[in-house]
């Protein structure tokens, strides 16, 4: 089974760029998604971090309409299809 929203995000975070800041912590950003940033004690907690970040970040979009850019090809700003009651 394929997961749009979870492909999506996967593929944007496959072009994180992090970080070990002065102080020991991390710090990650993706350099095309502007805002989408990240902060940890570990590595691990920043990934997450990022991760939710991300996800915050498509669902705001998707909310406000604001064109979200196309990943490896997935595009979430075209409208669903919406398919029949008697279909289910």
Known sequence: ??????????????????DKLVDG???GHIPSRKGVVGFGAT???????????????ILVGLKLGH?????????LNRKPRREPVETL
């Open 1 to 18: 089974m394929q997961f749009v929203l979870t492909d999506y995000v996967e593929q944007a975070l496959s072009q994180a760029v992090y």
């Open 25 to 27: 912590t991390f710090a």
């Open 43 to 57: 590595l691990s907690e920043c990934q997450d971090e990022l991760r939710s970040t991300m996800e915050d970040w």
């Open 67 to 75: 064109p979200l850019p196309v990943i490896d090809g997935i595009d």
